[in-house]
């Protein structure tokens, strides 16, 4: 597909690049006060409140198999929504809003993509270096989708 790409927010987890649509990206800030919810899914950190809306906290460090982050500054939330849906992505930075070119991106290897990693849409070089895109409608499971759901529903 000569000549089409997208804008993508490009993140670190993990000293890693990883992008996201940027249409699906409502903000990004630094990460406040999380609220724990007890009996949560362990992906779930808890809910921000963010102007009066209450939204599940979802850690990338987690949900990708990584260890824990020790506290940086540089920590950020990327507020992201998917159809009906609100959710805080918890990444280690944001560097900017990149182009990319779709003969940039590459599928995804079936070798390197086992079963329940579908979220990952495909592979970008961007100067140098390789980011992961990530399907933000497929980076949950219908269950765990249903889960946040009753997260934000029981706190508000």
Known sequence: MQGGGRQVVIFEVASEWYGLDVTTVREIG???????????SELVEGVIDLRG?????????????????????ARR????????????????????????????IEPPSPMVCRQGLNFI????????HLAILI????????QERVSLSDIGQSVA
Do not use: Y
């Open 30 to 40: 630094t990460l406040g006060h999380v609220t724990p919810v007890p009996g949560a």
């Open 53 to 73: 809306q209450v939204i599940p906290v979802l850690d990338l460090r987690k949900r990708f198999g990584f260890a824990p982050a020790e506290g940086s500054s």
């Open 77 to 104: 939330v990327v507020v992201t929504e998917f159809g009906e849906h609100r959710l805080a992505l918890v990444v280690d930075g944001v560097s900017r809003v990149h182009w990319i070119n779709d003969g940039d």
């Open 121 to 128: 849409e495909g592979v970008a070089r961007l100067e140098g």
């Open 135 to 142: 399907r933000l409608g497929d980076l949950l499971t219908d």
